[in-house]
Structure formats: structure tokens, C-alpha cells
T-cell receptor, first 115, second 117 residues
Framework: DTEVTQTPKHLVMGMTNKKSLKCEQH?????MYWYKQKAKKPPELMFV???????INESVPSRFSPECPNSSLLNLHLHALQPEDSALYLC??????????????FGPGTRLLVL | AQSVAQPEDQVNVAEGNPLTVKCTYS??????LFWYVQYPNRGLQFLLK??????LVKGSYGFEAEFNKSQTSFHLKKPSALVSDSALYFC???????????????FGTGTQLKVEL
């Protein structure tokens, strides 16, 4: 099973709202990722968690706040977003072993619209 | 820095004909290369990867890719295209492994494949 699930599928929020995106995997992967993708463009890495610790933050604005409460779950908390933050947000997971050339498996994404 | 290039924004193929989606890479060290496909309003689906070994890699849905070290290419191929193969295809290269675990992918710009009847 190579399934990564994401909720919600769609989200519309105002610039003053607080919302959260959720990602879950049960493949035993210890690395999890958040990506942002604009239409017809490649995904852009935002955050990497490894063994539940944040290992990479790609200079993402603080209005995006990731959280990894356990090895299966990854959240992305959203606050005071801008219309330009509207995009498809993708979660992925992979093995985290150092030296591993493991595949990243992606979820279906959350389509976010900021009004 | 690692990079991949997909020189074609769009490839059009007739159903039943062979298809090729091109990718070239630039890496320091051994390349770890991947192909992903994205259908409209969906996440990325893994197709295949090259780590080491045979230059011809077989993947999902009848796709294969040929690794060519001298030409620094990793083209995606399928002998007989289907209309249902129409999608956005991304080539990616794995950056050097992260110290804390996990890996970082650098994606190409994507190639839209359109298969017509």
C-alpha cells in the first residue's frame, strides 16, 4: 500500500482565517514533506520532517506553520494567508534512512483558495 | 547543484504510436532519477526510478525509461500510447541525501502529454 491521504480536498478561506491541512500515511515512512504547486508548474518544497523533527524549512513565510504530531501524521497550519498562497498543497512521504534512495509517495493534495 | 531539464512543454502523439518524453540531467556524483505523472487535479504518481543497474528501467502502466550516461538523459517511453496517458509528466533528480534523513527532489518544468485518437 503506497497511499498518502490528505484532508480536506478543497478549502476556501479568507485572509483572516485560521485553518489546517492534514496528511496521513501508514507505510511506516519516517520522512514527510509539504509542497506547494501552482497550476502547470512543478511542486515547490516547503518543509521536510524526518523522525518527527523539522529538518528543512525552505524559507517559507511564518503564516505557514507545520506540525508533525507523530510518525503517521503531518499538519500544516494556515493563518493570515494572502491570495497568492492559493495553490495545490501536496504532502509526500518516504523512508528516512540516511543514504536511502527512497521514493517519495504523494497524496492527492488540498486545493486551497484564499479570498 | 543538481538539475533536470524537460525541453518540451507539450508532446502530441496519436493513440497507438510510441511516445517519448525527454529529460536531461546535470548532477555531481551518481544520478538518482525519477519520473512522476500528474493527472488533472490530482497528486503526483510515481512511475519509475533509476538508481543503478540496467539502463532500461520498467515502470507502471507500461512505461519505461532509458538512462544514458554519455548523453546525460533519462527519457520516458511507451511503445503504444493511450488517450488515458494524457497528463503532465515530471522528471526529477534526488539531491544529495539530507543529513537528518529524508531526501530532496529537484523537479523539471514538466511536459504536458496529449494523446489523440
Amino acid at each position: 500500500d503506497t497511499e498518502v491521504t490528505q484532508t480536506p480536498k478543497h478549502l476556501v478561506m479568507g485572509m483572516t482565517n485560521k485553518k489546517s491541512l492534514k496528511c496521513e500515511q501508514h507505510m511506516g515512512h519516517r520522512a514527510m514533506y509539504w509542497y506547494k504547486q501552482k497550476a502547470k508548474k512543478p511542486p515547490e518544497l516547503m518543509f521536510v520532517y524526518s523522525y518527527e523533527k523539522l529538518s528543512i524549512n525552505e524559507s517559507v513565510p511564518s503564516r505557514f506553520s507545520p506540525e508533525c504530531p507523530n510518525s503517521s501524521l503531518l499538519n500544516l497550519h494556515l493563518h493570515a494567508l494572502q491570495p497568492e498562497d492559493s495553490a495545490l498543497y501536496l504532502c509526500a512521504s518516504s523512508q528516512a534512512r540516511a543514504g536511502a534512495q527512497e521514493t517519495q509517495y504523494f497524496g492527492p493534495g488540498t486545493r486551497l483558495l484564499v479570498l | 547543484a543538481q538539475s533536470v531539464a524537460q525541453p518540451e512543454d507539450q508532446v502530441n502523439v496519436a493513440e497507438g504510436n510510441p511516445l517519448t518524453v525527454k529529460c536531461t540531467y546535470s548532477v555531481s556524483g551518481n544520478p538518482y532519477l525519477f519520473w512522476y505523472v500528474q493527472y488533472p487535479n490530482r497528486g503526483l504518481q510515481f512511475l519509475l526510478k533509476y538508481i543503478t543497474g540496467d539502463n532500461l528501467v520498467k515502470g507502471s502502466y507500461g512505461f519505461e525509461a532509458e538512462f544514458n550516461k554519455s548523453q546525460t538523459s533519462f527519457h520516458l517511453k511507451k511503445p503504444s500510447a493511450l488517450v488515458s496517458d494524457s497528463a503532465l509528466y515530471f522528471c526529477a533528480v534526488r539531491d544529495p541525501i539530507l543529513t537528518g534523513g529524508g531526501n530532496k527532489l529537484t523537479f523539471g518544468t514538466g511536459t504536458q502529454l496529449k494523446v489523440e485518437l
